[in-house]
């Protein structure tokens, strides 16, 4: 069974807190998903490419020129200033 | 005015003749909604003022001689589709209060079509469920037994078709999402190749497996919304364009891995009934072995959550979408628990350590079971059974253990896999609801709808 310091780091991994009545759900749900998906270890997939998409993808190469830029994304913005995202500080000196 | 029978077909009739107007019908539908909706709960959002505003738009194209098949057509999208100016949420209290800044590429191939959008119907939060009762607002009820679930992902648009509130609705398919729902509730649903409907502008589960397609009254209608919404798109880099081959071979390949143990009785009977039916129609039956079946929803929940944690990634709350304080706070609060399960499950098979053994192995058994079909389709031009394995289940019944739910889709989901075309047909059994599960090749859908069509006459 995965740990609840394992599942801990996962979750802040992934930008979540959990608290601790949420934590034994997760932890079992967890455990079942984890146990079903060993399944895929009874087969020998060494000589196997990987397909990681159906279609082959393609870059698609365009002149770096706005169009369509009349659609309003700033207004969903939580906070903006100028016409731009504003956001905390993320880059400082320490002292 | 009658609008229980309606088809695409026969609603374009009724407004080429001028039986009726689109202003008429799209109010007729609007008054079903009003009836209906508070015990069925399909609808999100009814969108009221823009369906009538774009009804007066199709009469007006109507007059001047500039008809398609879908002009003046009431229809319904499944709330992970962005309408311009129109809330979009994916059933997620973290989008509550959205307002799509521009158009699905999908919703402006309808717009020029003239189409008239009803609202925006109930889903698992960001399509992750098989029952919409992961939706963060309301638990859906399926038309045929209210007590039951319509299925899901897209359960909203199932429900609200198989009522009679839209003539036809779109959903998206990303392990069963259109199939299943379609099955649950007695409709049909489709699921064109991977690459053939652009994705630009709907709300992303999981990329790779992700599709869009029709939910109708039948085939025919099904093949009229897929030419419309089909075609490359410079904003989807996966979408690609393609001339199909034409064929009038009709062998239909029988899975022997698909009558295994978890496979309803009635719902068997029902498939071995539409096989003989099939032969009947002049169809040549074939035993076929898809031996990497078994390990197809293992692979689809290492796959899907993966790439699910990368594209919910982008919801941080900063830019659209709920916003408390700080990202953490934002997404523990916002988002539900089985999303927040996905995405960990997601975070945790694609983590240094794990990344090979879980993701990687996953992406090379995908390769498998991918072969498996490519093998089966050099024998067969169609694969037939079941789209779920059970029959629609009652509300809360699959709550408690994530796998039981899971276990739904284990049909579905290879085909998402291996990027197939597949469809959802009701069989003619009584009862509850069964659907019929045809997968066609890729990229031959023509040939996958007229073998179903033959089935649903």
Redesign the interface.
């Known amino acids: 069974m995965i740990s609840s310091e394992e599942?801990k780091n996962?979750?802040k991994?992934?930008?979540?807190?959990?608290n601790d009545d949420?934590m034994e759900?997760?932890r079992n749900?967890?455990s079942?998903?984890l146990e079903?998906?060993?399944?895929?270890?009874e087969?020998d997939?060494d000589d196997?490419?990987?397909?990681?998409?159906?279609?082959e993808?393609?870059?698609?190469m365009?002149a770096d020129v706005a169009k369509?830029n009349n659609?309003?994304?700033i207004?969903?913005?939580?906070?903006s200033k100028n016409n731009y995202?504003e956001?905390?500080k993320i880059l400082y000196n320490e002292d | 005015m009658k609008i229980e029978n309606l088809t695409i077909e026969s609603a374009h009739e009724g407004l080429k003749k001028g039986d009726f107007t689109s202003v008429e019908l799209t109010n007729a539908y609007l008054q079903k909604i009003e009836e209906k909706d508070g015990e069925i709960k399909a609808f999100v959002t009814v969108t009221k003022d823009l369906a009538l505003r774009q009804a007066k738009e199709a009469d007006e194209m109507i007059k001047k001689g500039e008809m398609t098949m879908l002009t003046g057509i009431p229809c319904a999208l499944k709330d992970n589709f962005l309408i311009e100016g129109e809330k979009c949420t994916a059933s997620s209290k973290f989008l509550e209060n959205?307002?799509a800044?521009?158009n699905a590429t999908v919703v402006e191939k309808l717009r020029k079509q003239g189409a008239v959008f009803l609202g925006k119907t109930n889903l698992d939060e960001f399509a992750m469920g098989s029952s919409c009762e992961k939706s963060a607002f309301f638990k859906t009820k399926n038309p045929k037994d209210t007590e039951r679930v319509p299925g899901g992902s897209s359960g909203g648009s199932a429900a609200a078709l198989a009522s009679d509130m839209c003539v036809y609705a779109l959903g998206t398919d990303t392990g069963g999402s259109i199939r299943q729902p379609a099955s649950f509730c007695g409709v049909v649903g489709f699921k064109p190749t991977?690459?053939t409907v652009s994705r630009n502008g709907i709300i992303a589960f999981a990329s790779?497996l992700d599709q869009a397609g029709p939910i109708t009254k039948n085939v025919n209608d099904a093949q009229i919304v897929f030419e419309a919404i089909k075609g490359s798109d410079?904003y989807d880099?996966?979408t690609?364009e393609y001339a199909e081959e034409e064929s009038n071979s009709f062998k239909v390949g029988v899975p022997k891995e698909y009558f295994v143990d978890g496979l309803d009785k009635e719902v068997e009977k029902s498939i071995r009934e539409a096989i003989e039916q099939y032969k009947k129609m002049g169809a040549e039956i074939v035993d076929i072995s898809l031996p990497?079946m078994?390990?197809a929803?293992?692979?689809y929940?290492?796959i899907a959550p993966a790439e699910a944690?990368a594209n919910l990634?982008r919801f941080?709350?900063?830019?659209?979408?709920q916003?408390v304080d700080?990202?953490?706070?934002n997404?523990?609060k916002y988002?539900g628990?089985e999303v927040?399960?996905r995405?960990?499950?997601g975070?945790?098979t694609l983590?240094s350590g794990y990344y090979d053994?879980?993701y990687?192995?996953?992406?090379?058994?995908?390769?498998?079971i991918?072969n498996d079909f490519d093998e089966a389709f050099k024998k067969v031009d169609v694969i037939l059974g079941p789209t779920s394995p059970c029959l629609p289940f009652k509300i809360g019944e699959k709550q408690e253990?994530?796998?039981a739910m899971?276990l739904s889709d284990i049909y579905t989901v290879s085909v998402n896999l291996?990027?197939l075309p597949a469809i959802s047909i009701p069989s003619k059994s009584e009862g509850l609801p069964i659907g019929i599960h045809l997968i066609g090749q890729?990229f031959r859908e023509k040939e996958l709808l007229k073998i179903a069509n033959n089935y649903d006459r």
Not at chain 1, 36 to 41: C, D, F, I, T
């Open positions: 599942i996962i979750a991994l992934s930008y979540l807190e959990i949420e759900e997760i749900s967890f079942s998903i079903y998906v060993k399944k895929l270890q087969l997939t196997i490419e990987a397909t990681p998409s159906v279609v993808l393609e870059s698609i365009r369509d659609c309003d994304l207004s969903s913005f939580s906070k995202l956001v905390k | 959205y307002i800044p521009y991977y690459g790779s410079e880099s996966t690609v990497h078994e390990y929803l293992a692979c929940y290492i944690s990634a941080d709350g900063l830019r659209y979408g916003n700080g990202i953490i706070s997404r523990t988002f628990s927040k399960k995405i960990m499950l975070t945790y983590s053994a879980f990687k192995k996953a992406l090379k058994v995908r390769t498998l991918k253990d994530p796998m899971y291996a990027g890729s």
